[in-house]
């Protein structure tokens, strides 16, 4: 088992920066890859952006490509990500994710969830 918690999240006007921080506990070690999904009201839950936990490779939605930095800490087992020159469709509830298995954009490839944690954006 995986436990993650996010924290971080709040209100900032368009252009600003949140930094949203996800800490892993239990199983981490079995941990293939984390990410970031968010899920605005009445929208689907959708990727944001993930990293391998080992070699630290990443991916980023297009949508976020360029404003968003996803990192770790390996040695405090806590993931990272950096919000820059936020928009206000950027509002919704942040959720980290841990997989096990698969690195992928899919999130019914993660086995393991935070809480989640609402960033909202005003204009």
């Known amino acids: 088992q995986v436990q993650l918690v996010e924290s971080g999240g709040g209100l900032v006007q368009a252009g600003g920066s949140l930094s949203l921080s996800c800490a892993a506990s239990?199983?981490?070690?079995?941990?293939?890859?984390m990410g970031w999904f968010r899920q605005a009201p009445g929208k689907e839950r959708e990727f944001v952006a993930s990293?391998?936990?080992?070699?630290?490779?990443?991916d980023y939605a297009d949508s976020v490509k360029g404003r968003f930095t996803i990192s770790r800490d390996n040695a405090k087992n806590t993931m990272f990500l950096q919000m820059n020159s936020l928009k206000p469709e950027d509002t919704a509830v942040y959720y980290c994710?841990?997989?096990?298995?698969?690195?992928?954009?899919?999130?019914?490839?993660?086995?393991?969830w935070g809480q989640g944690t609402q960033v909202t954006v005003s204009s």
């Open positions: 239990g199983r981490t070690f079995s941990s293939y890859a």
């Open positions: 994710a841990a997989t096990v298995s698969r690195w992928s954009r899919a999130p019914d490839e993660y086995e393991y």
């Open positions: 990293m391998t936990w080992r070699r630290g490779m990443t």
